[in-house]
């Protein structure tokens, strides 16, 4: 009997220490990603500063926080002066801390994003995440007509201003399908995970034709 127990003991040590080991799962990145993304659509400095390494960087070059916080609200407000501009004229230039992709992705706003592969080191990490896009198939009718609408164009960058009612030829426009974008971690003092920079990996990119004449 003593036996018995001895390897049903074992067996369960067994189980239990390495056949049960959890998985390590991307649900940190996310996480951090969603607050950012939700910063990004409501221009939430504070948000933003507690969500960007940048800031840490920018702490450590002033050594006051007053000055810290007038610098990264010139950044951020550089960033998003440029991407109203860029999107009017047709093409976008992605910043490296992800806010124009986050934009015109709809990140943030309840739009589908899948990840693709993750890497969690002790004090730094990454995440690809892959986004889809069907301009052709979304119902517009909840815009007003003559809303302009700016939609992802191939070569990657290019951005297509649609104006909601107007009759457009089929066939002339190359809307981007699918890409994926890569995002860098980097833990801070507080072991709070934030956002280092973002690559667009234009390699991946698949684009189709648009066959949509009216939206």
Known sequence: ?????LILTILALTITGTGCKKKQDDLE??????????AINKKDYRALASSMYLYDEL???FGEEGASK??????IDKIFDEYKKEIQKGQLNFDPYGIKAAKIMGLGKGFYYLTVKFKI???DGYIILKHSFSYDTYDYSIFPYNTELFFLGCPVGKVYK?????IYKKNNRYYLKEIQTKWYFKRDLN???KIVKMEILKDTAKCQKSF????
Do not use: H, P
């Not at 009997?1 to 127990?5: A, D, F, H, I, Y």
């Not at 649609?162 to 107007?166: A, P, S, Y």
């Not at 949509?212 to 939206?215: A, D, E, F, G, S």
């Open 162 to 166: 649609i104006i909601r009612g107007k």
């Open 29 to 38: 990145f996310r996480i951090a990603l969603s607050r950012y993304f939700t």
């Open 1 to 5: 009997m003593k036996k018995t127990l």
């Open 59 to 61: 702490l450590n070059r």
């Open 212 to 215: 949509r004449i009216k939206y």
């Open 191 to 193: 072991n709070n995970w």
């Open 121 to 123: 080191n002790k004090d």
């Open 70 to 75: 007038i610098e990264f609200k010139k950044i």
